[in-house]
């Protein structure tokens, strides 16, 4: 009995490990296939689609007819390990441009985007300042800094959501809703000419509650994400009193940003 129940934990880890090789073989690649993951794996399609199964039910992949992809859809965001090595150059250009509507005295909110994690360590320089976000990476990157220098940081905490590695949930937007910040620096996946969107409810939620928390609302986005659409929508851009771009974004977009007298400003 002891050798069977050996047999099947150690299966388990041989399944666990494949998955996780398989998770970085599609991040990295952005697509796979069934066939090829077979092949480099050694092992059946059967078993492929099994861990495809698990892996998609876990919310890291999305399968599609003949494939399997990490890339964003307008109802699936690109899991967390993805988002955080992609883009690296335009997010940290951003970042920095954020941090000049930083003043030290300042309350702020951060949410749970990559591109956020770039502002950390300019903060240090513009205490004192308190900081708020549900952001796990986040609160540890905040934590790093050296609590002497005036850095204060307010967890708001709620239902853990791994994809997002971010608390969320009605525990956390009424954390949010009972604190006044003086700024927000918020990004989302989908931005259209006119309307700020995100894939999933509890997060388009907490993004909301956000927005209303805040006097000043910054949004900060590269390129990749202007010209999009998802399931659901956060607020019109007008909500916000600063869009920070890079310098490939589409002019269509640009074009009717100005037209609609919505405030933009582009990172050369």
């Known amino acids: 009995m002891t050798t069977q129940l050996d047999g099947g934990r150690s299966s388990g880890r ?3 490990s494949r998955q996780r090789e398989i ?4 991040v990295e690649r952005g697509s796979c296939t069934a066939q090829e993951l077979s092949a480099e794996f050694g092992v059946s399609i059967m078993t492929i689609h099994r861990d495809l199964d698990e892996l998609q039910r876990r919310g890291i992949v999305r399968k599609f007819h003949g494939g399997v992809t990490a ?3 307008g109802v699936f965001e690109a899991r967390m390990s993805h988002r955080m090595t992609s883009r690296i150059e335009e997010k940290s250009r951003i970042a920095q441009v954020a941090l000049e509507y930083v003043e030290p005295g300042m309350s702020v909110i951060l949410d ?8 950390i360590p300019g903060l240090a320089q513009c205490t004192p300042l308190y900081v708020a976000t549900p952001f796990l990476e986040g609160m540890r990157r905040l934590a790093e800094l050296d609590e002497d220098n005036g850095l204060r940081v307010i967890g708001i905490g709620g239902r853990y959501d791994p994809l997002h590695d971010s608390f969320v949930g009605s525990q956390a937007v009424d954390q949010i809703n009972e604190i006044r910040a003086d700024a927000l620096f918020l990004s989302t996946s989908s931005i259209s000419e006119k309307e700020a969107f995100h894939q999933e409810e509890h997060v388009m939620t907490l993004k909301r509650a956000m927005i209303q928390a805040a006097t000043k609302r910054y949004l900060l986005t590269d390129h990749t994400k202007l010209g999009r659409v998802a399931l659901h929508r956060i607020a019109p851009l007008t909500e916000f009193d600063l869009i920070i771009t890079d310098a490939q974004a589409d002019p269509q977009v640009l074009g009717a940003w100005d037209e609609a007298g919505i405030a933009y400003r582009v990172v050369e």
């Open 14 to 16: 041989k399944a666990d």
């Open 23 to 26: 998770t970085e073989r599609i």
């Open 71 to 73: 890339q964003p859809s």
């Open 112 to 119: 749970d985007s990559t591109t956020i994690l770039h502002m």
